[in-house]
């Protein structure tokens, strides 16, 4: 699963996978767009070469209520 972080018009792309990721997948299904949440993991780079983080933990911090 790929999913784009964005923050201050700066943009990093995560890169989720069963292997590297340990938390419930059920999470990222609930993500909706201007939600803050808190990411730690690896960064890496894709086969295509664009920088990312392989997760292992994703916490929602807040929810947009907008």
Request: net charge neutral.
């Amino acid at each position: 699963m790929f999913i784009d972080a964005m923050t201050d018009g700066a943009k990093i792309q995560l890169f989720v996978t069963a292997e590297f990721y340990k938390d419930d997948f059920e999470l990222l299904t609930k993500v909706k767009r201007g939600d803050i949440i808190g990411i730690v993991g690896n960064p890496g780079r894709t086969k295509t070469g664009e920088l990312s983080i392989r997760p292992t933990k994703i916490e929602s911090l807040s929810y947009c209520l907008h």
